[in-house]
């Protein structure tokens, strides 16, 4: 089955940095999600982004289908952008999505 | 607008005993739905889907049931709690069955620990 690899593992910042996290997947797709969840578990939808980009206030995503990756970029990051970043793109029909290990990100004040 | 509900948000339950978590989604029709587990500190793993009333697919072999006895009502259950079934549930859907490009929507989860 397809494979979804996400870098890097962990990222430290301070407030107010930028950061790019980047999502691999071995097999073509017709979409990709990007997900944050928060430190109370849940899961928020960032980006629903099959291709090109995608801008949401300080959040950006851009996928390049035919290269099998997609980056998410978070601008100014605020201490609220702390948690787990999932991308998950789906495989075997019916939106059957399958999970990237995941960003942890931590923003420090 | 469309909103899912899970329940009960954290659960502690003693080896062996049975288990029933709770999904439903309101403002839409036929969705697909879903279970995944999330053990502490990994991603997400589907457990099982529904394209409909009373059908079932399950993605791993495990100790967990679901069923789906209304559109938009859909039950993790098990008879027999096991240590390794602690981890955290959501429950997810997509509108309109059978298009696999629409985006997938969770519910906020539950936590289960098995003592």
């Known amino acids: 089955g397809i494979q979804v690899e996400q870098s890097p593992p962990d990222l430290i910042l301070q407030e107010g940095a930028n950061s790019t996290l980047r999502c691999n997947f071995s097999d073509s797709v017709n979409n990709l999600q990007w997900f944050h969840q928060n430190p109370w578990g849940q899961l928020i939808n960032l980006f629903y982004i099959p291709s090109g980009t995608k801008q949401n206030g300080r959040l950006s995503a851009t996928t390049v289908a035919t290269e099998r990756y997609s980056l998410l970029y978070i601008s100014s990051s605020q201490t609220t952008d702390s948690g787990v970043y999932f991308c998950a793109v789906p495989s075997g029909g019916y939106n059957k999505l399958i999970f990237g290990a995941g960003t942890r990100l931590a923003v420090h004040p | 607008s469309q909103t899912i509900h899970q329940w009960p948000a954290t659960l502690v339950q003693p080896v062996g005993s049975p288990l029933s978590l709770e999904c439903t989604v309101e403002?839409?029709?036929?969705?697909?739905l879903y279970w995944y587990r999330q053990a502490a500190g990994r991603g997400l793993q589907l457990l099982f889907y529904?394209?409909?009333?009373?059908?079932i697919s399950s993605e791993v072999p495990q100790n967990l049931s679901a069923s789906r006895p209304q559109d938009r009502q859909f039950i993790l259950s098990s008879k027999k709690l096991l240590l390794s079934d602690s981890g955290f549930y959501l429950c997810?859907?997509?509108?309109?069955?059978?298009?696999?490009?629409?985006?997938?929507?969770f519910g906020d989860g539950t936590r289960l620990s098995i003592l």
């Open positions: 529904s394209v409909g009333i009373g059908q």
């Open positions: 403002g839409t029709s036929n969705p697909n």
């Open positions: 997810a859907w997509t509108p309109e069955t059978g298009r696999s490009n629409q985006p997938q929507h």
